[in-house]
């Protein structure tokens, strides 16, 4: 071993090294005792060797480094400390790799949060010990989703590219972590559902959907600490909603946002084990309103993902008309029809299906373009042998919305109803319509979209450079309100400095509360 340091570490001789090292340590994990320090001068001279190491060197030196001055039996406070650490050693090493790669990294980082939060939820945090942990949670939460949206914003997404692709199976880098748990990767994406990782498996652990994951989590997290550290709950959820949009509107990450919808469909959130029942409705309050009542410019500009990300949003809207008309609130029901058959969504759905499929007129046409129509139609067409949906999952979310509609509702046409009257809906001052009271009121654009709108306008009229062209950060309202009686929410606007501010360019909805 003594010559191996003459040896070059260039071309095939480092991918050699990379190998050799990778499978020893992967070797010395099922150990009763496993001895990482065995692999820090091997990693390092990897890391020191490119100026761009792969993934795979970044993440089990920082891992390496973690586990080796760190004990996993310290108290909260040690543990978020310690995550501090590896979190300043994650990003200072993964200043050149691209976007989706430097997310995927704090995967780890975002573990530990997740377990230290449950610890914490579960204890009156009386010591001093325990309320500093807490304060430390929040601020390292804040930091991250603050490098998420710096990373969203001035690095380019190489979807398909070499550099984005791993030499090493996801399942065998999340054992450095988690061990040999049974259940993998899943351990170490503890806010991701198992039909959600089964999706993400299912694409070849495609980095960009890894990422997207890895942002879902974070910002779950912040909505966890927003309901656990909130001094009053009078205008929480028009604030969350309007940090929920401009998060969102920051990221720009259609991966993000499929993950996230594919989340909301699961008949619990993930974070159920520390969310009261009250605290998930309103999450999912948060999430639906959020995703589905604004239209994201950015989702256009992806024409490989539209057309899925449609059908998700298509299969969302419907669950979550079917969710909270179970819960017996109409007027959230109404909207979120009304926003989706507004929409372009319904007759771009049936313009892709009938031109991909060489449908003729009469096999292409729907009996509606309601979320609940279009859904039976799609449906019918896969009974038929024509495949419509990309995979069997979202498939049967599709099948199962359908048939708690059928059940809980046999006799009800509120929401063709709707979506017939509404199809044509055109925003203007002038439009065609009832002008009712009520129908006035549901033309109100939502007070915390507003402040969103505020919110995620750059200042003094600077705009973003993504692949050669430039575009406004804006997004489109739909024109709904989801509460009668609605409060305006103020708007903030923080700009972060440098990359270890934490700062994102969002409302903290619970920055008042920080003392």
């Known amino acids: 071993m003594e010559g191996t340091h003459l040896v070059p570490l260039v071309g095939e001789n480092y991918v050699l090294k990379l190998k050799h090292s990778m499978q020893d340590l992967l070797a010395e994990i099922p150990k009763e005792y496993p001895n990482f320090s065995l692999f820090v001068n091997a990693f390092y001279e990897l890391m020191q060797a490119k100026v761009d190491p792969p993934f795979e060197v970044i993440w089990a030196y920082a891992v390496i480094n973690f ?20 979190f300043q050693l994650l990003s200072a090493c993964s200043a050149s790799v691209c976007a989706s790669k430097s997310i995927v990294l704090l995967a780890p980082v975002v573990f530990v949060l997740h377990g230290v939060i449950v610890e914490l939820f579960g204890r009156e945090l009386k010591l ?139 008949t619990h959130l993930p974070l159920i084990s520390i969310l009261k029942p009250e605290e998930e409705i309103l999450s999912r309050k948060v999430l639906f309103d959020a995703v589905l009542l604004v239209d994201y410019p950015f989702l256009y500009g992806n024409a490989k993902y539209i057309k899925n990300l449609t059908l998700t949003r298509l299969i969302v809207t419907h669950g979550a008309v079917e969710y909270f008309r179970g819960l017996g609130d109409q007027n959230r029901t109404v909207s979120y029809i009304k926003a989706f ?8 759905i049936i313009k892709w299906i009938t031109s991909q499929n060489g449908l003729e007129e009469e096999a292409g046409r729907t009996n509606g373009t309601s979320p609940r129509a279009l859904i039976h139609w799609l449906l019918s067409l ?33 929401e063709n109803k709707i979506a017939d009257d509404d199809l044509f809906y055109v925003d203007n001052t002038g439009e065609e319509g009832n002008t009712g009271d009520d129908d006035k009121q549901n033309k109100l654009i939502n007070d915390a979209f507003v402040a969103a709108a505020q919110i995620m306008k750059l200042p003094n009229g600077e705009v973003r450079k993504r692949k050669g062209k430039h575009s406004e950060k804006k997004v489109k309202f739909v024109k709904y309100d989801l509460h009668q009686n609605s409060v305006a929410a103020k708007a903030r606007t923080s700009t972060a400095d440098d990359s270890s501010s934490g700062e994102s360019g969002v409302e903290d909805p619970i920055s008042d509360t920080d003392a």
Request: charged residues 25%.
């Open 382 to 414: 896969e009974n038929r042998g024509i495949r419509v949906f990309e995979d069997d999952i979202l498939k049967n979310h599709a099948t199962l919305s359908l048939d708690i509609s059928k059940l809980e509702h046999p006799a009800s046409n509120l």
């Open 341 to 348: 058959s507004a929409s372009r969504l319904p007759l771009q």
């Open 128 to 266: 001093k010990r325990e309320k500093k942990a807490m304060r430390e949670v929040k601020s390292l939460v804040d930091v991250v989703l603050g490098y998420i949206n710096l990373s969203c914003d001035n690095k380019v997404y190489e979807e398909e590219s070499d550099s984005v692709r791993m030499i090493f199976p996801f399942t065998d880098l999340a054992r450095i972590w988690v061990g040999m748990n049974d259940e993998g990767f899943e351990s170490l994406l503890p806010i991701v559902s198992r039909d959600v990782c089964g999706w993400i498996c299912s694409r070849g652990f495609h980095v960009g959907y890894l990422s997207g994951a890895v942002i879902m989590e974070a910002l779950l997290l912040k909505l966890c600490l927003s309901f656990h550290l909130a001094t009053s709950r009078d205008g929480l959820e028009m604030q969350l909603k309007s940090w929920a949009v401009g998060s969102i509107s920051s990221f720009q990450n259609i991966y993000f946002l499929e993950i996230l919808m594919r989340t909301a469909l699961e």
């Open 67 to 86: 586990r080796g001055r760190n004990s996993e039996k310290g108290d909260a406070l040690d543990r978020i400390l310690a995550t501090k650490d590896l």
